[in-house]
């Protein structure tokens, strides 16, 4: 029986060491949402805000926070423009720089909207409004400017591990007009440059018109001048790209980057028929070489953990104490 206790102690002082606990459903730790009114100048029936507006026009959407939570909570809102990140998919997450690089640099979400507050405390399974007042600007365009209103919720940094982040968006298409517009994706620089710790092609591409690209697949590769290698090569199976932005196509290399004369050689397509292709010189004045620093990851290991693998192993010497005063006792009774 005592050794039957003595093996389920040690599993459970494995598991409790070796396998912290994770949270089963992110989605229900978030412990809010939010809420949003329906606007009189919805053009469509898609979940986000569609709006067809006049220039000069203004109109007030109106949304909430709610809080499912047992606890007051506070909230910090933005209305971020619609951006591409490095991975080729377009991202709510940032303010960016208030600017676009298209031929309208300045028409941006950022600049057409007006929040009524941007940090909002909500009690306990309750919820609460806030606003944003949007103008169309006075000048006239075709395509369309997007953004959204992201919600975050306001957590305490944890010095020695993780905080988790929860945020929603609610996206945020403004038009004037239907009028079709076709995009553009060209490149703009080509830099060879550390990116994660490794050599890359950093590729700086840019859509300056004001559409965006959807299920964007790209295939692209460095090649060496000289040799005729490939360097290596990058592909996207479905991407997309925000109107009036720009992001970094990085082809990275495990291996040092020699010094020389190269070609960024790719074509891509959309959803929508249309094509493009490059075939882009670059020098590599200085072999690039991968970086001499590791990639440092903190774990962390909460000291209630500790606290139990102590607790199992006084368990486990006091099992034992008890098995060799009992063997000690038989062998005193026998003599």
């Not at 890359?200 to 005729?228: C, E, F, Q, R, Y």
């Given at each position: 029986?005592?050794?039957?206790?003595?093996?389920?102690?040690?599993?459970?002082?494995?598991?409790?060491?070796?396998?912290?606990?994770?949270?089963?459903?992110?989605?229900?730790?978030?412990?809010?949402?939010?809420?949003?009114?329906?606007?009189?100048?919805?053009?469509?029936?898609?979940?986000?805000?569609?709006?067809?507006?006049?220039?000069?026009?203004?109109?007030?959407?109106?949304?909430?926070?709610?809080?499912?939570?047992?606890?007051?909570?506070?909230?910090?809102?933005?209305?971020?423009?619609?951006?591409?990140?490095?991975?080729?998919?377009?991202?709510?997450?940032?303010?960016?720089?208030?600017?676009?690089?298209?031929?309208?640099?300045?028409?941006?979400?950022?600049?057409?909207?007006?929040?009524?507050?941007?940090?909002?405390?909500?009690?306990?399974?309750?919820?609460?409004?806030?606003?944003?007042?949007?103008?169309?600007?006075?000048?006239?365009?075709?395509?369309?400017?997007?953004?959204?209103?992201?919600?975050?919720?306001?957590?305490?940094?944890?010095?020695?591990?993780?905080?988790?982040?929860?945020?929603?968006?609610?996206?945020?298409?403004?038009?004037?007009?239907?009028?079709?517009?076709?995009?553009?994706?060209?490149?703009?620089?080509?830099?060879?440059?550390?990116?994660?710790?490794?050599?890359?092609?950093?590729?700086?591409?840019?859509?300056?018109?004001?559409?965006?690209?959807?299920?964007?697949?790209?295939?692209?590769?460095?090649?060496?001048?000289?040799?005729?290698?490939?360097?290596?090569?990058?592909?996207?199976?479905?991407?997309?790209?925000?109107?009036?932005?720009?992001?970094?196509?990085?082809?990275?290399?495990?291996?040092?980057?020699?010094?020389?004369?190269?070609?960024?050689?790719?074509?891509?397509?959309?959803?929508?028929?249309?094509h493009w292709e490059w075939r882009e010189p670059f020098t590599v004045k200085?072999?690039?070489?991968?970086?001499n620093q590791p990639i440092r990851v903190r774990g962390t290991f909460e000291?209630?953990?500790?606290?139990?693998?102590?607790?199992?192993?006084?368990?486990?010497?006091?099992?034992?104490?008890?098995?060799?005063?009992?063997?000690?006792?038989?062998?005193?009774?026998?003599?």
């Amino acid at each position: 029986m005592i050794k039957k206790i003595i093996a389920v102690l040690a599993a459970a002082l494995f598991c409790a060491v070796s396998h912290p606990v994770f949270a089963a459903d992110v989605a229900e730790q978030s412990g809010f949402s939010i809420i949003s009114q329906p606007n009189e100048l919805q053009a469509s029936n898609q979940s986000y805000y569609d709006l067809k507006m006049q220039p000069g026009q203004t109109t007030t959407l109106t949304l909430g926070v709610k809080n499912m939570s047992n606890v007051s909570s506070t909230y910090e809102i933005a209305v971020n423009p619609a951006q591409t990140s490095d991975n080729v998919i377009i991202d709510y997450s940032s303010a960016g720089n208030g600017k676009g690089v298209g031929a309208t640099p300045n028409l941006q979400i950022k600049s057409m909207t007006k929040l009524s507050t941007t940090k909002i405390t909500v009690p306990a399974n309750a919820s609460k409004q806030f606003s944003v007042t949007l103008t169309m600007p006075d000048t006239t365009f075709d395509g369309i400017v997007a953004g959204a209103v992201r919600v975050e919720r306001l957590t305490k940094n944890e010095k020695n591990g993780i905080t988790n982040k929860f945020a929603y968006v609610k996206g945020i298409v403004v038009r004037q007009n239907d009028n079709a517009v076709d995009p553009d994706l060209k490149i703009n620089k080509i830099k060879v440059g550390q990116y994660h710790y490794l050599p890359g092609v950093i590729v700086t591409m840019a859509n300056p018109t004001n559409i965006n690209i959807s299920k964007l697949k790209i295939d692209a590769k460095a090649v060496n001048d000289k040799t005729g290698e490939t360097l290596n090569t990058k592909t996207v199976a479905s991407g997309s790209v925000a109107p009036n932005s720009e992001f970094n196509y990085v082809i990275r290399y495990s291996k040092t980057i020699p010094a020389g004369k190269y070609h960024f050689i790719g074509t891509a397509t959309d959803q929508k028929g249309h094509h493009w292709e490059w075939r882009e010189p670059f020098t590599v004045k200085k072999a690039e070489k991968v970086a001499n620093q590791p990639i440092r990851v903190r774990g962390t290991f909460e000291w209630w953990w500790l606290l139990i693998a102590i607790l199992l192993l006084i368990i486990l010497a006091l099992i034992w104490w008890i098995i060799l005063m009992k063997r000690k006792k038989n062998h005193d009774d026998e003599e």
